[in-house]
Nanobody, 126 residues
Framework: QVQLVESGGGLVQAGGSLRLSCAAS????????MAWFRQAPGKEREFVAA????????DYADPVKGRCTISRDNAKNTADLQMNSLKPEDTAVYYC???????????????????WGQGTQVTVSS
């Protein structure tokens, strides 16, 4: 069983930055791929970014490319999402997810992830 706990959300002005962190339990974190998704009110959950077990492979959704960076620290069992140049349309609840597969061919598909955190709210004001 893996437990994921997100932190780092909050209220920020447009153009600002936030760093989200996901803390994972378990001794096999280094073998899991990790991802961030987000869900805005009235919208479906959407993929933001993913990182392979080793950290060497990353994937990003087009709306956040160039503005977000996903990273992980396998020694600390954490996966972070650095978000820069935030826009009001980035407002959403952000969820951390993990898969027991080290790398996913289609990282943007939510049902490939067996473990999810409770989410952290990110609000970007204009």
């Amino acid at each position: 069983q893996v437990q994921l706990v997100e932190s780092g959300g909050g209220l920020v002005q447009a153009g600002g930055s936030l760093r989200l962190s996901c803390a994972a339990s378990g001794r096999t974190f280094s073998t899991y791929s990790m991802a961030w998704f987000r869900q805005a009110p009235g919208k479906e959950r959407e993929f933001v970014a993913a990182i392979s077990d080793s950290g060497f492979i990353t994937d990003y959704a087009d709306p956040v490319k160039g503005r977000c960076t996903i990273s992980r620290d396998n020694a600390k069992n954490t996966a972070d999402l650095q978000m820069n140049s935030l826009k009001p349309e980035d407002t959403a609840v952000y969820y951390c997810a993990s898969s027991t597969l080290g790398h996913l061919k289609w990282p943007g598909v939510p049902n490939q992830y067996g473990y999810w955190g409770q989410g952290t709210q990110v609000t970007v004001s204009s």
